[in-house]
Protein backbone atom coordinates (compact mmCIF):
# COMPACT_ATOMS: atom_id res chain seq x y z
CA UNK A 1 0.00 0.00 0.00
CA UNK A 2 1.09 3.63 -0.38
CA UNK A 3 -0.67 6.54 1.12
CA UNK A 4 -2.98 8.05 -1.88
CA UNK A 5 -2.75 11.80 -2.76
CA UNK A 6 -5.98 13.40 -3.69
CA UNK A 7 -7.84 13.17 -0.76
CA UNK A 8 -9.32 15.62 2.02
CA UNK A 9 -11.59 14.44 5.50
CA UNK A 10 -14.63 15.48 5.48
CA UNK A 11 -16.16 16.81 8.72
CA UNK A 12 -18.18 13.71 9.52
CA UNK A 13 -14.58 11.42 9.70
CA UNK A 14 -15.02 10.23 6.15
CA UNK A 15 -12.57 10.30 3.86
CA UNK A 16 -13.47 12.55 0.44
CA UNK A 17 -11.58 10.57 -2.39
CA UNK A 18 -11.04 13.68 -5.18
CA UNK A 19 -9.20 11.35 -8.01
CA UNK A 20 -12.18 11.25 -9.96
CA UNK A 21 -15.31 12.85 -10.74
CA UNK A 22 -17.53 9.93 -8.54
CA UNK A 23 -15.89 11.76 -4.88
CA UNK A 24 -15.95 8.73 -3.16
CA UNK A 25 -16.73 9.28 0.32
CA UNK A 26 -15.31 6.44 2.82
CA UNK A 27 -15.82 5.62 6.25
CA UNK A 28 -13.12 3.22 8.13
CA UNK A 29 -12.10 0.21 6.11
CA UNK A 30 -14.23 0.73 2.97
CA UNK A 31 -12.91 1.06 -0.42
CA UNK A 32 -14.19 2.76 -3.39
CA UNK A 33 -15.89 2.39 -6.16
CA UNK A 34 -12.59 1.29 -8.16
CA UNK A 35 -11.78 -1.00 -5.12
CA UNK A 36 -7.94 -0.10 -4.59
CA UNK A 37 -8.19 2.85 -3.15
CA UNK A 38 -9.24 2.44 0.81
CA UNK A 39 -9.76 4.43 3.92
CA UNK A 40 -7.29 2.45 6.31
CA UNK A 41 -7.11 4.08 9.77
CA UNK A 42 -8.51 7.77 8.65
CA UNK A 43 -5.71 7.88 5.55
CA UNK A 44 -6.49 6.90 1.83
CA UNK A 45 -3.85 4.17 0.72
CA UNK A 46 -3.26 3.32 -2.96
CA UNK A 47 -3.73 -0.22 -3.02
CA UNK A 48 -2.62 -0.90 -6.78
CA UNK A 49 0.61 0.62 -5.90
CA UNK A 50 3.11 -1.27 -6.98
CA UNK A 51 1.25 -4.49 -8.37
CA UNK A 52 0.37 -5.63 -11.71
CA UNK A 53 -1.91 -8.62 -13.36
CA UNK A 54 0.61 -9.38 -15.88
CA UNK A 55 2.79 -7.42 -18.30
CA UNK A 56 2.71 -8.04 -22.36
CA UNK A 57 4.52 -6.42 -25.40
CA UNK A 58 2.44 -5.38 -27.86
CA UNK A 59 2.46 -2.98 -30.86
CA UNK A 60 1.75 0.56 -30.29
CA UNK A 61 -1.06 0.25 -32.91
CA UNK A 62 -3.09 -1.64 -30.48
CA UNK A 63 -3.67 1.08 -27.94
CA UNK A 64 -4.81 2.27 -30.39
CA UNK A 65 -1.97 4.97 -31.34
CA UNK A 66 -1.42 5.25 -35.16
CA UNK A 67 0.21 8.76 -34.76
CA UNK A 68 2.84 7.98 -32.20
CA UNK A 69 6.31 6.13 -33.50
CA UNK A 70 4.35 3.36 -35.61
CA UNK A 71 5.49 -0.06 -35.66
CA UNK A 72 7.11 0.36 -32.39
CA UNK A 73 6.87 -2.09 -29.68
CA UNK A 74 4.99 -0.77 -25.80
CA UNK A 75 5.81 -1.93 -22.79
CA UNK A 76 1.39 -2.84 -21.40
CA UNK A 77 0.38 -3.73 -18.15
CA UNK A 78 -2.24 -2.56 -15.79
CA UNK A 79 -3.33 -3.37 -12.14
CA UNK A 80 -7.13 -4.19 -10.67
CA UNK A 81 -10.32 -2.37 -10.74
CA UNK A 82 -11.70 0.47 -12.58
CA UNK A 83 -13.63 3.81 -11.76
CA UNK A 84 -16.12 3.17 -14.28
CA UNK A 85 -18.89 0.44 -14.21
CA UNK A 86 -19.24 -0.32 -18.43
CA UNK A 87 -21.67 -3.06 -18.82
CA UNK A 88 -19.82 -4.13 -21.78
CA UNK A 89 -16.49 -4.30 -20.67
CA UNK A 90 -13.73 -6.15 -22.56
CA UNK A 91 -11.19 -6.58 -19.75
CA UNK A 92 -13.65 -7.35 -16.87
CA UNK A 93 -11.31 -9.68 -15.69
CA UNK A 94 -8.92 -7.17 -14.95
CA UNK A 95 -11.32 -3.85 -14.26
CA UNK A 96 -13.89 -5.28 -12.32
CA UNK A 97 -11.58 -7.56 -9.72
CA UNK A 98 -9.96 -6.74 -6.67
CA UNK A 99 -6.13 -6.77 -6.92
CA UNK A 100 -6.48 -10.85 -5.00
CA UNK A 101 -9.03 -11.75 -7.34
CA UNK A 102 -6.70 -10.61 -10.08
CA UNK A 103 -3.62 -12.81 -9.08
CA UNK A 104 -1.69 -9.25 -8.79
CA UNK A 105 2.29 -9.57 -8.65
CA UNK A 106 4.16 -7.18 -6.91
CA UNK A 107 6.75 -5.07 -8.48
CA UNK A 108 8.09 -1.48 -8.50
CA UNK A 109 8.64 1.66 -10.69
CA UNK A 110 12.13 0.83 -10.97
CA UNK A 111 11.27 -2.99 -12.34
CA UNK A 112 9.10 -1.90 -14.80
CA UNK A 113 11.20 1.15 -16.51
CA UNK A 114 13.81 -2.08 -16.67
CA UNK A 115 11.58 -4.56 -18.52
CA UNK A 116 11.12 -1.76 -21.01
CA UNK A 117 14.57 -1.37 -21.27
CA UNK A 118 15.57 -4.91 -21.24
CA UNK A 119 13.40 -6.00 -23.71
CA UNK A 120 14.09 -2.71 -25.96
CA UNK A 121 10.49 -0.75 -26.76
CA UNK A 122 11.11 3.01 -26.60
CA UNK A 123 7.42 3.44 -23.93
CA UNK A 124 5.62 1.97 -21.59
CA UNK A 125 2.03 2.04 -21.55
CA UNK A 126 -0.75 2.07 -18.39
CA UNK A 127 -3.49 -0.15 -19.57
CA UNK A 128 -5.61 -3.22 -19.72
CA UNK A 129 -7.52 -1.56 -16.63
CA UNK A 130 -8.14 2.55 -16.68
CA UNK A 131 -4.53 3.97 -14.76
CA UNK A 132 -6.21 6.87 -13.38
CA UNK A 133 -6.93 4.82 -10.47
CA UNK A 134 -3.10 4.19 -9.65
CA UNK A 135 -2.68 7.43 -10.40
CA UNK A 136 0.44 7.55 -8.01
CA UNK A 137 2.11 4.56 -9.35
CA UNK A 138 1.66 6.07 -13.07
CA UNK A 139 3.26 9.05 -11.74
CA UNK A 140 6.24 7.65 -10.23
CA UNK A 141 6.92 4.96 -13.00
CA UNK A 142 6.58 7.65 -15.70
CA UNK A 143 8.87 9.98 -14.19
CA UNK A 144 11.68 7.60 -13.97
CA UNK A 145 10.70 6.52 -17.51
CA UNK A 146 11.68 9.81 -18.50
CA UNK A 147 14.47 10.01 -16.64
CA UNK A 148 15.70 6.70 -18.89
CA UNK A 149 14.95 8.50 -22.18
CA UNK A 150 11.48 6.41 -22.65
CA UNK A 151 7.95 7.45 -23.30
CA UNK A 152 5.24 7.07 -21.46
CA UNK A 153 1.74 5.96 -22.32
CA UNK A 154 -1.85 6.51 -20.77
CA UNK A 155 -4.56 4.41 -21.84
CA UNK A 156 -8.03 5.76 -20.67
CA UNK A 157 -11.55 6.87 -20.19
CA UNK A 158 -10.45 10.55 -19.39
CA UNK A 159 -12.64 10.28 -15.93
CA UNK A 160 -10.16 12.53 -13.39
CA UNK A 161 -10.91 15.33 -11.77
CA UNK A 162 -9.09 18.81 -13.28
CA UNK A 163 -7.48 18.46 -9.86
CA UNK A 164 -5.84 15.47 -10.49
CA UNK A 165 -4.58 15.33 -14.06
CA UNK A 166 -2.07 17.60 -14.32
CA UNK A 167 -0.41 15.59 -11.70
CA UNK A 168 -1.46 11.79 -13.35
CA UNK A 169 -0.37 13.29 -16.31
CA UNK A 170 3.10 15.46 -15.97
CA UNK A 171 5.46 13.11 -17.39
CA UNK A 172 2.61 11.53 -19.89
CA UNK A 173 3.79 11.62 -24.10
CA UNK A 174 0.94 10.25 -25.26
CA UNK A 175 -2.83 9.26 -24.42
CA UNK A 176 -5.99 7.27 -26.08
CA UNK A 177 -9.13 8.39 -24.29
CA UNK A 178 -11.68 6.17 -24.95
CA UNK A 179 -15.17 8.49 -25.95
CA UNK A 180 -17.68 5.72 -25.28
CA UNK A 181 -20.49 7.60 -26.73
CA UNK A 182 -22.04 11.09 -27.21
CA UNK A 183 -24.91 10.88 -25.14
CA UNK A 184 -25.26 11.66 -21.15
CA UNK A 185 -27.92 8.59 -21.38
CA UNK A 186 -25.40 6.12 -22.70
CA UNK A 187 -22.99 7.37 -19.98
CA UNK A 188 -25.15 7.19 -16.97
CA UNK A 189 -27.16 3.82 -18.06
CA UNK A 190 -24.13 1.96 -19.57
CA UNK A 191 -20.62 3.37 -17.53
CA UNK A 192 -22.55 4.68 -14.64
CA UNK A 193 -20.36 7.60 -15.14
CA UNK A 194 -21.20 10.85 -17.29
CA UNK A 195 -20.06 12.30 -20.56
CA UNK A 196 -18.56 15.89 -19.83
CA UNK A 197 -15.84 15.35 -17.12
CA UNK A 198 -14.47 13.39 -20.44
CA UNK A 199 -14.93 15.72 -22.91
CA UNK A 200 -12.88 18.39 -20.51
CA UNK A 201 -10.18 16.06 -20.03
CA UNK A 202 -10.41 15.87 -23.87
CA UNK A 203 -10.51 19.95 -24.20
CA UNK A 204 -7.75 20.04 -21.17
CA UNK A 205 -5.29 17.44 -23.54
CA UNK A 206 -5.55 19.96 -26.22
CA UNK A 207 -5.65 23.46 -24.78
CA UNK A 208 -3.06 22.83 -21.97
CA UNK A 209 -1.12 20.04 -22.92
CA UNK A 210 1.64 18.68 -25.45
CA UNK A 211 0.12 15.34 -24.83
CA UNK A 212 -0.27 13.49 -28.13
CA UNK A 213 -3.50 11.88 -27.90
CA UNK A 214 -6.08 10.27 -30.01
CA UNK A 215 -10.00 9.12 -29.02
CA UNK A 216 -11.55 5.60 -29.27
CA UNK A 217 -15.31 5.29 -29.92
CA UNK A 218 -16.44 1.72 -29.35
CA UNK A 219 -19.50 1.21 -31.18
CA UNK A 220 -22.44 -1.38 -29.87
CA UNK A 221 -25.55 -1.53 -32.35
CA UNK A 222 -28.43 0.18 -31.27
CA UNK A 223 -26.57 1.75 -28.01
CA UNK A 224 -24.24 4.53 -29.82
CA UNK A 225 -23.81 3.67 -33.18
CA UNK A 226 -26.37 5.65 -34.82
CA UNK A 227 -25.30 8.34 -37.74
CA UNK A 228 -27.08 11.01 -36.02
CA UNK A 229 -24.81 10.17 -32.60
CA UNK A 230 -21.51 9.94 -34.83
CA UNK A 231 -22.14 13.08 -36.81
CA UNK A 232 -22.83 14.99 -33.28
CA UNK A 233 -19.45 13.34 -32.14
CA UNK A 234 -17.67 14.08 -35.20
CA UNK A 235 -19.08 17.95 -34.70
CA UNK A 236 -17.77 18.43 -31.65
CA UNK A 237 -14.37 16.94 -32.20
CA UNK A 238 -13.91 19.44 -35.04
CA UNK A 239 -15.12 22.60 -33.04
CA UNK A 240 -13.17 21.91 -29.62
CA UNK A 241 -9.53 19.79 -31.07
CA UNK A 242 -9.45 20.42 -34.70
CA UNK A 243 -9.44 18.05 -37.74
CA UNK A 244 -5.93 16.69 -36.93
CA UNK A 245 -6.77 14.78 -33.90
CA UNK A 246 -7.03 10.63 -34.70
CA UNK A 247 -10.32 9.28 -34.04
CA UNK A 248 -10.76 5.27 -33.85
CA UNK A 249 -14.34 4.37 -34.73
CA UNK A 250 -14.13 0.01 -33.50
CA UNK A 251 -16.14 -2.60 -33.36
CA UNK A 252 -17.56 -4.63 -30.21
CA UNK A 253 -17.80 -8.40 -29.48
CA UNK A 254 -20.31 -9.26 -27.19
CA UNK A 255 -19.08 -9.48 -23.21
CA UNK A 256 -19.39 -9.30 -19.84
CA UNK A 257 -22.83 -7.92 -19.10
CA UNK A 258 -23.90 -7.13 -22.61
CA UNK A 259 -23.94 -10.44 -24.05
CA UNK A 260 -27.71 -10.25 -25.82
CA UNK A 261 -25.84 -7.75 -28.07
CA UNK A 262 -24.30 -8.79 -31.64
CA UNK A 263 -21.23 -8.07 -32.54
CA UNK A 264 -20.52 -4.79 -34.51
CA UNK A 265 -20.96 -4.70 -38.45
CA UNK A 266 -18.01 -4.23 -40.51
CA UNK A 267 -20.34 -1.82 -42.45
CA UNK A 268 -21.48 0.14 -39.41
CA UNK A 269 -17.79 1.37 -39.25
CA UNK A 270 -17.34 2.26 -42.62
CA UNK A 271 -20.12 4.43 -42.45
CA UNK A 272 -19.00 6.03 -38.86
CA UNK A 273 -15.40 6.75 -40.91
CA UNK A 274 -17.24 7.86 -43.82
CA UNK A 275 -19.37 10.38 -41.84
CA UNK A 276 -16.28 11.63 -40.04
CA UNK A 277 -13.94 12.53 -43.69
CA UNK A 278 -17.26 14.15 -44.60
CA UNK A 279 -17.12 16.26 -41.25
CA UNK A 280 -13.43 17.09 -42.06
CA UNK A 281 -11.32 15.21 -39.66
CA UNK A 282 -8.59 14.45 -41.74
CA UNK A 283 -7.34 10.99 -39.91
CA UNK A 284 -10.04 8.50 -39.01
CA UNK A 285 -9.42 4.95 -38.60
CA UNK A 286 -11.70 1.61 -37.60
CA UNK A 287 -10.40 -1.08 -35.70
CA UNK A 288 -11.12 -4.64 -34.24
CA UNK A 289 -11.93 -5.61 -37.95
CA UNK A 290 -9.88 -6.63 -40.96
CA UNK A 291 -9.86 -3.13 -43.16
CA UNK A 292 -6.97 -2.22 -44.83
CA UNK A 293 -8.31 0.81 -46.26
CA UNK A 294 -9.97 1.79 -42.89
CA UNK A 295 -6.87 1.04 -40.97
CA UNK A 296 -4.19 2.84 -43.15
CA UNK A 297 -2.96 6.77 -42.66
CA UNK A 298 -3.40 8.94 -45.43
CA UNK A 299 -1.72 12.19 -46.96
CA UNK A 300 -4.54 14.71 -46.56
CA UNK A 301 -2.99 16.93 -49.34
CA UNK A 302 -2.00 14.06 -52.15
CA UNK A 303 -4.41 10.94 -50.89
CA UNK A 304 -0.86 8.93 -50.89
CA UNK A 305 -0.98 6.04 -48.39
CA UNK A 306 1.70 6.62 -46.00
CA UNK A 307 1.25 3.79 -43.67
CA UNK A 308 -0.32 0.90 -44.68
CA UNK A 309 -1.72 -1.05 -42.35
CA UNK A 310 -3.36 -4.61 -41.89
CA UNK A 311 -5.16 -5.20 -38.60
CA UNK A 312 -1.91 -4.15 -36.02
CA UNK A 313 0.56 -4.95 -38.48
CA UNK A 314 2.83 -2.47 -40.65
CA UNK A 315 2.68 -3.20 -44.40
CA UNK A 316 4.18 -0.25 -46.07
CA UNK A 317 5.91 2.82 -44.28
CA UNK A 318 6.23 6.12 -46.70
CA UNK A 319 6.66 8.55 -44.15
CA UNK A 320 10.05 11.07 -44.26
CA UNK A 321 10.49 12.15 -40.69
CA UNK A 322 6.98 13.70 -40.34
CA UNK A 323 6.34 14.69 -43.48
CA UNK A 324 5.08 13.12 -46.92
CA UNK A 325 7.08 13.40 -50.28
CA UNK A 326 4.82 16.09 -51.32
CA UNK A 327 6.00 17.82 -48.44
CA UNK A 328 2.26 18.11 -46.13
CA UNK A 329 3.52 17.25 -42.47
CA UNK A 330 1.60 14.47 -40.98
CA UNK A 331 0.40 15.56 -37.29
CA UNK A 332 2.16 13.10 -34.39
CA UNK A 333 4.92 11.87 -32.66
CA UNK A 334 6.81 9.50 -35.54
CA UNK A 335 10.32 7.87 -35.09
CA UNK A 336 13.37 9.57 -35.83
CA UNK A 337 15.11 9.51 -39.23
CA UNK A 338 17.05 6.93 -39.72
CA UNK A 339 15.10 4.71 -37.14
CA UNK A 340 12.19 4.06 -39.52
CA UNK A 341 10.26 0.90 -38.71
CA UNK A 342 10.68 -1.49 -41.07
CA UNK A 343 7.11 -3.17 -42.02
CA UNK A 344 6.18 -5.93 -39.71
CA UNK A 345 3.85 -8.11 -38.43
CA UNK A 346 2.86 -7.47 -35.21
CA UNK A 347 3.26 -9.99 -32.14
CA UNK A 348 2.25 -9.83 -28.88
CA UNK A 349 4.47 -11.60 -26.06
CA UNK A 350 3.80 -12.41 -22.46
CA UNK A 351 6.43 -11.33 -19.96
CA UNK A 352 7.57 -12.15 -16.63
CA UNK A 353 10.73 -11.11 -14.61
Same mark, same amino acid.
Given at each position: ?22 ? &?? /? $? ?7 ? *?? =? ?6 ? !? +? ?33 ? &?? /? $? ?7 ? *?? =? ?6 ? !? +? ?248
Amino acid at each position: MKEALWWQTEDDGKILCTLCPRF &CR /L $GEGQAGFCY *IR =KNVGGKLY !S +LGYGTSTGFAIDPIEKKPLNHFLPGTGVLSFGTAG &CN /L $GCRFCQNWS *IS =KAKLDEAH !S +LGTSPKKVVQLAIRHQVPSIAFTYNDPVIWGEFVIDISRLAREQGLKSVMVTAGYITPEARPDVYRYIDAANVDLKAFTERFYHKITFSHLDPVLDTLKWLKNETDIWFEITNLMIPDENDSPEETQQLCDWVLKNLGDSVPLHFTAFHPDFRMTDKPKTPAATLKRARQIALSAGIKYCYVGNVFDDEGQTTYCPACGKALIRRSWHDILEYNLVGDSCSCGQTIPGRFVAQGLVPKPRRGRVYSLGF
